[in-house]
């Protein structure tokens, strides 16, 4: 686990919680509440203390209950917090097969307590967590001592693409999502049918 500076005796600075790991999109209401009298030395102590941000279990559950399927690879748990799949996009409105990814995500997960495991980029600049979903399941495609990835099933039945950055870590299962997108390409799956 990465060392994380302790915070100096001085102002708080945007570099500051940048060097503390702490995502952008909290940052301007951090620097606010320093303004506005919070003691961020002796917070941001306990926060390094236990691991950094992102080892708070509040923030970056392990498991959840999904509230609401937003979209194909967007879900919201019961906790408010949002969740996108990492390595992985699905239609948006309006694009073709949107509505069969989102029916197809409600279907398996949608009021299920579901597991989060997260890569090397656990956020993004929406403030949105990024994690592989894994749901219960018992006779669906992919399904592996009782559980699916939800990332990879997506991208096994057609209804979502691969998305790797390039400059970025490989992703943990970059090679199983690559592998199923290839399989459905092959079989002309939804949005790989000619």
């Given at each position: ?6 915070p ?10 940048v ?5 952008a999109v909290?940052?301007?209401g951090?620097i606010?509440?320093s ?7 002796k917070d941001?102590?306990?926060l390094?203390?236990?691991?950094g941000?992102y080892q708070?279990?509040?923030l970056?559950?392990q ?12 879900l919201?748990?019961?906790n408010?917090?949002?969740i ?8 948006n409105?309006?694009?073709p097969?949107?509505g069969?990814?989102l029916e197809y995500?409600i279907a ?9 495991e997260?890569d090397a980029?656990q956020d993004?600049?929406?403030?949105r ?9 018992t ?9 699916l990835?939800?990332?990879q ?7 979502a693409k691969v998305?790797i950055?390039p400059k970025r870590k490989?992703l943990k299962?970059?090679?199983?999502l690559?592998?199923?997108e290839?399989?459905?390409k092959?079989?002309n799956l939804?949005?790989?049918?000619d």
């Amino acid at each position: 686990m990465p060392k994380h500076p302790r915070p100096p005796k001085k102002s708080l600075s945007k570099s500051l919680l940048v060097s503390l790991g702490i995502p952008a999109v909290f940052i301007p209401g951090l620097i606010l509440a320093s303004l506005l009298g919070w003691n961020w030395q002796k917070d941001l102590n306990k926060l390094v203390e236990r691991g950094g941000f992102y080892q708070n279990l509040n923030l970056f559950p392990q498991q959840a209950v999904v509230a609401q399927v937003i979209d194909g690879d967007t879900l919201e748990l019961k906790n408010g917090r949002t969740i996108r799949l990492v390595g992985v996009d699905a239609p948006n409105r309006g694009e073709p097969y949107f509505g069969q990814a989102l029916e197809y995500t409600i279907a398996l997960i949608e009021d299920q307590e579901v597991k989060l495991e997260y890569d090397a980029y656990q956020d993004d600049k929406f403030g949105r967590i990024l994690a592989y979903v894994w749901a219960p399941c018992t006779t669906q495609k992919g399904c592996q001592n009782g559980q699916l990835m939800l990332n990879q099933t997506l991208v096994e039945n057609g209804f979502a693409k691969v998305v790797i950055y390039p400059k970025r870590k490989k992703l943990k299962y970059q090679e199983e999502l690559l592998s199923a997108e290839e399989e459905a390409k092959k079989e002309n799956l939804n949005l790989w049918q000619d």
